[in-house]
């Protein structure tokens, strides 16, 4: 797909709901009494992975669009699958899932695509298997497809090396079926969407500092999920009304819960001129309308623990800080190695073909700003946050922008294109 330089952006727009919190009102409606009802449900190839997972356990899941409505059968209903569960390109399905599946009264083999097959699992192996979980990889490389032979769990206490939602969440899910409470410290908070829905869902869960703590449950009781905005979808828009000259656009209702808020938080710290508007509290997660202008940025330093509060959005950051006036130093972001990529590699790689002064570090990289960019042939590697990072970076450089495997943006934001196409003047 070729992109070429914009004349500007101008409007509204409201992005699709967050995946984070698509995947787990699935999981958790699946494994609560009675209905759950997600509103603005993100119908992205991985949330509805989560979906076929489940309906495979034997939940009732109907998915009328921007309405999903789960019927769920307690903490113990689900059903033994007749097959492999699959979980496409899904790290958090695969994960969260496994936290469920532990403490089950049946076998069942969880797999995925090519890029899941070789992203780290031994994170959730680990902990799950302290906490009595049977659970091994069946190549013997820490990585899917996983044998999974569900039995009884004990609660412990879990001090991560990694501060990974995905770790946390899956072992606060199999600390609802254990014996005792079960709790993880992280060294920095990663996002809690996990805790925030499992209270409403009724299960006892409390957070101090950078440990969460979960107290086994009986059951859960289905709920209403209002899904706000992905800021990781915003984050696009945000950076190209930021990055393309004479541009204007609002997203609006936005998820701003502040463990995922970090990207406003550098773009302020870059100079930007960024206001947020209709702040509202929702059900646990904040919500507001994103303002952005066009304006000259400068460049930042970007390390420790804002790092999980923005770590899906490094990519979209790098390339705004080719823009920026100055240094760019990102730090603390060797988990970016792990994603549906490995995005240092791949973001310094590409930035540098499109004439960007970027350098790699062991755990980030460091940018000197302010080269003007030209257009260059991107391979996405099947990660839709590449895919959609240059999109938007090739709206600044001259000449035309090929990307390849453009179409993988389905994972997160299956419009993208339309929607960013719709607010070219
Ligand atoms: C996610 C957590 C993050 C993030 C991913 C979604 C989640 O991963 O990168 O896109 O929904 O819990 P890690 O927990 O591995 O950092």
Not at 112 to 136: H, N, V, Y
Not at 286 to 307: K, M, Q, S, Y
Request: proline residues 4%.
């Amino acid at each position: 797909m070729e992109f070429t330089k914009s004349h500007g952006l101008r409007g509204e727009i409201t992005v699709p709901g967050d995946k984070s919190i698509s995947h787990r009102a699935v999981m958790f409606g699946s494994i609560a009494k009675g209905l759950t009802e997600i509103h603005n449900f993100l119908q992205g190839a991985d949330c509805l992975s989560t979906i076929a997972c489940f309906e495979k356990m034997g939940i009732s899941i109907e998915n009328r669009g921007d309405r999903v409505l789960v019927q769920g059968n307690g903490l113990h209903g689900l059903k033994k699958p007749d097959c492999v569960l699959d979980c496409g390109n899904s790290g958090t399905t695969t994960r969260l899932i496994s936290g469920i599946l532990c403490a089950q009264d049946f076998t069942v083999t969880l797999t995925g695509d090519e890029s899941i097959q070789k992203r780290p699992m031994k994170r959730i192996m680990d902990p799950l298997s302290l906490m009595g979980a049977d659970i091994t990889s069946l190549q013997g490389n820490g990585c899917a497809p996983l044998l999974i032979k569900g039995g009884p769990v004990h609660g412990i206490h879990y001090p991560s090396k990694v501060a990974s939602a995905q770790v946390k969440s899956a072992i606060l899910l199999a600390g609802l079926y254990a014996d005792s409470p079960t709790s993880v410290t992280e060294p920095y908070v990663s996002r809690n969407h996990s805790e925030i829905m499992l209270d409403l869902f009724g299960a006892q869960v409390s957070a101090e500092d950078t440990t969460a703590t979960i107290q086994p449950a009986s059951e859960l009781n289905g709920a209403k999920v209002m899904v706000p905005g992905d800021i990781s979808s915003a984050a696009y828009f945000i950076a190209a009304g930021l990055m393309v000259p004479g541009s204007q656009v609002l997203i609006r209702n936005v998820g701003i819960n502040p463990t995922r808020d970090g990207i406003l938080r550098v773009c302020q710290d870059m100079g930007a001129d960024l206001q947020l508007l209709n702040r509202s509290e929702g059900a646990g997660e904040p919500t507001a309308d994103i303002l952005v202008r066009w304006g000259a940025l400068h460049g930042t330093e970007i390390g420790g623990a804002i790092i999980p509060t923005l770590i899906d959005e490094l990519p979209m950051i790098a390339a705004m800080a080719c823009l920026a006036e100055g240094r760019t130093v990102i730090r603390d972001a060797a988990e970016l190695k792990v994603k549906e990529s490995n995005r240092i590699a791949v973001m310094v790689e590409s930035l540098r073909s499109m004439g960007a002064d970027v350098t790699e570090t062991e755990d980030g990289m460091i940018i000197q700003g302010g080269r003007p960019l030209h257009g260059a042939s991107i391979d996405s590697r099947g990660d839709h946050r590449i895919a959609m990072t240059f999109a938007v970076t090739a709206l600044c450089a001259d000449g035309a922008t090929d990307i390849r495997g453009a179409d993988c943006v389905t994972i997160s934001y299956p419009r993208f294109y339309e929607d960013l196409q719709g607010l070219m003047v």
